[in-house]
């Protein structure tokens, strides 16, 4: 048995499959995978993220531990309430994860991925040093995903008015602490919508006053396929600690300025980018019949092999895609081995479905 977030009884009565995910009892659908998924894109639906590793950094050097830390700069969240992107890489600029950075009033809150809790952890801890700085894991806290076109809209009518009135004013990538919880216009998606943060106890009554709202509930397959039509990494899968962000579609997270800034990895990517880099993340569309998987090998002429890292059926497509890793030096053709025979794929930009729009 694994780890239950605040809500597994819910998902049990609403007929969730559930599946282990990162030694986590999660919801994989609740009937169907694929309608869930058009769900999100044509209306809105709520995920339970609550197995997510939220951490507050407090103390007088946040912000220069983070800078130390973190390959983005923190120096660009301009006033609370800001929000960003950024790797957390290892010496030899490998990804130790990815998360969701915000600034708030105390000082910073990291959104780390369930299934590198422990290994992020005992990193941060070991990065401190002599820097002045407090690190509190917030177990004691939920979080929910409600992601899709009309989900703000939504989530307004359902709260209090002054929170109403966040959701409103809340730019992308901002969020802002209400009472007791905080609203952040973030996802996973590609989709425009929120991520909540709040007490645990409260979250089972607002899950149930979402789906009483007609907000359907969206199992982690959907937000697999979501994730992927949006060109977003999954960790362990298109990042990990032998990747570099600049093999993973990521260089635009590095703030390379003020080039006095050494945080950690930086050496190595400065020398991966003298030396050029090797292999670079496209997308692969699959005009026949069959499934992109990930492992399956990329062959393109005269360049060279890679290797499939995300692969599925597109809902919104119709086809199957995936995200891969190639050389550097790549063509806008290549094939595909799947079950010992080759299929012609497409390449393109890592980047197929955002805002319900297709990219491809």
């Known amino acids: 048995m694994g780890q239950r977030t605040p809500l597994y009884d819910l998902h049990l009565a609403l007929g969730a499959k559930m599946v282990d995910f990162g030694g986590w009892d999660m919801p ?11 769900q999100v894109r044509r209306d809105c639906g709520v995920f339970d993220v609550s197995h997510m590793t939220v951490i507050d950094v407090t103390g007088p050097q946040a912000k220069e531990w983070l800078q130390h830390l973190l390959a983005n700069d923190v120096d660009r969240l301009h006033g609370c309430g800001r929000a960003l992107y950024s790797a957390m890489l290892n010496e030899q600029g490998g990804v130790v994860d990815d998360m969701i950075v915000y600034r708030t009033e105390a000082g910073y809150r ?12 005992a990193w941060m801890q070991a990065q401190l ?7 509190h894991e917030r177990p004691e806290l ?13 989530i307004a009518e359902l709260v209090t008015q002054s929170r109403g009135t966040l959701i409103h004013q809340l730019k992308p990538f901002e969020g802002q602490a209400d009472g007791d919880w905080f609203i952040a216009r973030t996802g996973y998606t590609g ?11 409260q979250a089972p009554g607002f899950f149930n006053d979402l789906v009483g709202a007609g907000i359907s509930p969206i199992g982690l397959g959907a937000r697999d396929t979501l994730r992927l039509e949006a060109g977003m990494n999954l960790y362990g899968q298109d990042i990990h600690q032998d990747v570099s962000p600049l093999a993973a579609n990521m260089a635009w997270s590095i703030a390379w300025a003020p080039a006095e800034r050494d945080f950690i990895g930086r050496a190595a990517l400065e020398a991966e980018l003298a030396a050029g880099v090797q292999y670079k993340l496209v997308g692969l569309v699959l005009e026949e019949r069959g499934v992109l998987r990930a492992h399956q090998v990329v062959r393109i002429a005269n360049v060279g092999e890679g290797e499939i890292t ?7 497509l119709s086809k199957s895609i995936a995200l891969a890793r190639v ?32 990219l491809i």
């Open 327 to 358: 050389p550097t030096a790549t063509a806008d053709r290549a094939e595909v081995e799947i079950r010992g025979k080759w299929y012609p794929v497409r390449v393109v930009k890592p980047t197929f479905v955002r805002h319900g729009k297709t």
């Open 142 to 154: 939920a979080m929910l995903a409600i992601q899709g076109p009309h989900a703000r809209q939504k």
């Open 191 to 201: 989709e425009d919508g929120l991520e909540i943060v709040l007490p645990a106890d």
């Open 110 to 121: 990291l959104v780390v991925n369930a299934a590198t809790r422990d290994q992020d952890m």
């Open 310 to 316: 995300s692969g599925s059926f597109s809902p919104t």
């Open 129 to 135: 040093g002599a820097f002045d700085v407090q690190l």
């Open 28 to 38: 994989l659908h609740y009937g169907s995978q694929v309608e869930e998924h058009h």
